[in-house]
């Protein structure tokens, strides 16, 4: 299984959206919607149910992005975007923020890590992490935090992208505040993966 995951991890496995070009979560403060964006530079936005889908188109120039989608009277350029490794990672329009959760660049895996526990307090609390990792190139970070006096768990979880590059790879997560990049190294062909930002010392996160 693991020598598969290695395999994967070489190859650029299409999605549901084989012309996606790159996909968004916008908000606007009270509701949430799913923004795709197509080679053909057409776009499809939908509910969170998907119940609802308008069609329109965009355009990306001089880092900035415009929509236009006639259904919602809207034609507007983003006041403010956020790019690294040569993706749109956020912008902000008048009245909704977007967030990258999904492009089709570099290759592209399906796995789930599990990481070593850290941030350990001796009698007070200690913190485990996973990741998730789809083929579209979206990442869910899950993250528990444990306070033993309490005792209570606080968990949390959120979406965002990963890009591979060699044996190093790059995540980020629009929907934080804090904590927004995280970088690591595959190691052992692909078996474990090490974050940087997560107490490396304390080992690798393993590949199931």
Known sequence: MK????????LNIPTSWPNLEQRFYCT???????????????????????????????????????????FLHLKETSLQE???????LTFQMSQFFCHSTAHDQGPSFSA????PTIRYIPALS?????FEFHPNHMVKWR????????PDTFYS????????????FFLFFGDKENDRYLTGTLLNQGQNILIDQLEPKKGPCQIH
Do not use: M
């Open 143 to 150: 993250s528990w935090k444990e306070v033993l006096k309490i």
């Open 157 to 168: 979880e959120y979406f965002g992208i990963y890009l591979i590059k060699g044996k190093k």
């Open 3 to 10: 020598k598969l995951i290695f395999f994967l991890l070489l």
């Open 112 to 115: 789930y890590a599990k990481c």
């Open 28 to 70: 606007d403060g009270s509701s949430g919607y799913r923004l795709f964006l197509f080679k053909n530079k057409s776009l499809e936005a939908q509910n969170e149910d998907s119940s609802q889908k308008v069609k329109g188109t965009y355009q990306l120039e001089n880092k900035k992005i415009s929509l236009h989608i006639p």
């Open 82 to 88: 956020e790019w690294g490794k040569g993706l749109l």
């Open 126 to 130: 200690y913190e485990n992490n996973s």
